[in-house]
C-alpha cells in the first residue's frame, strides 16, 4: 500500500457564469499537470461552488448534470493529464439541485460522492440573510471515498460547525477530511482556521480545505459576495502546513499516513472513546 500522496488545493475566486469558472479549472489543471513528479498532484481539490457561484439570490440556479458538456471537459482533461479531480459546486440531479461533490476520476468519468447535508441559512448582525435551502435539497448521507489506499471523508463549507459529522469519520479511520467552502469574510476572521484545526485535532488526520476568495461579481448586475479566502492544508497534529491567504492559485502538498499513525498511536483515541 503507498503511504504517500502528492494532492493540490486550488483556491478560486469563481462567478455566476460557467464557462468562466470551467476555464480557471482547466488552466489550473493544466499547470498542476507540469509540475515535476516529486511535488505533481495526484488529485486536486476545488472549492466550494467552484462551477458556479450564486451572487444574486433571486437567480435560478443552471442546471449543471454530470453528462454536461462542462464535465465532459473535465472528465477530458483529467483522462489526460491522469489527475483526479474533486469539485463541489451546484448539479442537478433525480429533480433536484444538490450542493455536492464530484468526483472525476481518469478514464472513469464523473460521480456524485456527497451531497452537502448542513446548507447554510443564517442571518449575520447587518447582513443580509443566506438562505441555501429556498434551492438545495438537503443531503442526508455520511460519506468517505479512496484514492490508492486514501480514505478521505467529504464534507462542504457549513459542515464545519458541526462536529457530529466528523465524529463519524473518525471512527471510519479516515486519512483526510475535505472541506471545500465559501466561507464569508466576517466569519472566517474569525471561525475558520480554529474550525479546521479542531476538525483535525479531533480526528487525528489531514483536514483538506480549499477555498474561494476575494471579490465575485455578478455578469448579469452590478453585484458582488465577498469570500475569505485562506485555503489550508491542516496536519493531524493540528499544525497548518499550507495556506494561501488571498488570490487565486494552487497550494501543494504530501499526505503521509505515517503521520496519522504517529499522533494515532501518541494519544490512542480510538481506544478510549465511550460515546
Known amino acids: 500500500m503507498n503511504n504517500i500522496l502528492n494532492i493540490a488545493l486550488a483556491q478560486m475566486t469563481s462567478t455566476d457564469q460557467v464557462e468562466t469558472n470551467l476555464q480557471?479549472?482547466?488552466?489550473?489543471?493544466?499547470?498542476?499537470?507540469?509540475?515535476?513528479?516529486?511535488i505533481r498532484p495526484r488529485i486536486i481539490?476545488?472549492?466550494?461552488?467552484?462551477?458556479?457561484?450564486?451572487?444574486?439570490?433571486?437567480?435560478?440556479?443552471?442546471?449543471?448534470?454530470?453528462?454536461?458538456?462542462?464535465?465532459?471537459?473535465?472528465?477530458?482533461?483529467?483522462?489526460?493529464?491522469n489527475i483526479y479531480l474533486h469539485l463541489t459546486s451546484t448539479v442537478y440531479d433525480n429533480g433536484k439541485?444538490?450542493?455536492?461533490?464530484?468526483?472525476?476520476?481518469?478514464?472513469?468519468?464523473?460521480?456524485?460522492?456527497?451531497?452537502?447535508?448542513?446548507?447554510?441559512?443564517?442571518?449575520?448582525?447587518?447582513?443580509?440573510?443566506?438562505?441555501?435551502?429556498?434551492v438545495f435539497a438537503h443531503g442526508g448521507e455520511v460519506t468517505q471515498f479512496d484514492i490508492e489506499g486514501f480514505?478521505?471523508?467529504?464534507?462542504?463549507?457549513?459542515?464545519?460547525?458541526?462536529?457530529?459529522?466528523?465524529?463519524?469519520h473518525a471512527l471510519a479511520g479516515v486519512d483526510a477530511i475535505v472541506v471545500p467552502?465559501?466561507?464569508?469574510?466576517k466569519t472566517g476572521m474569525i471561525h475558520w482556521e480554529i474550525l479546521l484545526k479542531a476538525r483535525a485535532i479531533e480526528s487525528q488526520c489531514y483536514v483538506l480545505a480549499p477555498a474561494q476568495w476575494g471579490s465575485h461579481q455578478s455578469v448579469n448586475g452590478q453585484i458582488s459576495r465577498e469570500t475569505f479566502g485562506h485555503s489550508m492544508i491542516v496536519g493531524p497534529w493540528g499544525q497548518s502546513l499550507e495556506q494561501k491567504k488571498d488570490g487565486i492559485g494552487l497550494i501543494y502538498a504530501r499526505l503521509d499516513k505515517e503521520e496519522s499513525l504517529k499522533v494515532r498511536s501518541q494519544i490512542p483515541m480510538k481506544d478510549h472513546r465511550r460515546i
Open 24 to 38: 480557471q479549472i482547466l488552466q489550473m489543471v493544466r499547470e498542476a499537470s507540469q509540475q515535476p513528479d516529486s
Open 45 to 81: 481539490f476545488f472549492p466550494e461552488n467552484s462551477l458556479y457561484f450564486r451572487i444574486k439570490s433571486d437567480e435560478k440556479l443552471p442546471q449543471i448534470i454530470l453528462n454536461s458538456a462542462e464535465f465532459n471537459a473535465l472528465e477530458t482533461i483529467s483522462k489526460e493529464t
Open 97 to 134: 439541485n444538490w450542493n455536492a461533490s464530484v468526483l472525476v476520476s481518469p478514464g472513469s468519468g464523473s460521480q456524485i460522492i456527497y451531497r452537502k447535508i448542513h446548507l447554510f441559512d443564517i442571518t449575520l448582525a447587518g447582513d443580509k440573510s443566506i438562505r441555501e435551502s429556498d
Open 151 to 168: 480514505k478521505f471523508g467529504s464534507s462542504v463549507c457549513y459542515d464545519i460547525r458541526f462536529s457530529e459529522l466528523y465524529h463519524k
Open 181 to 185: 467552502a465559501a466561507f464569508l469574510v
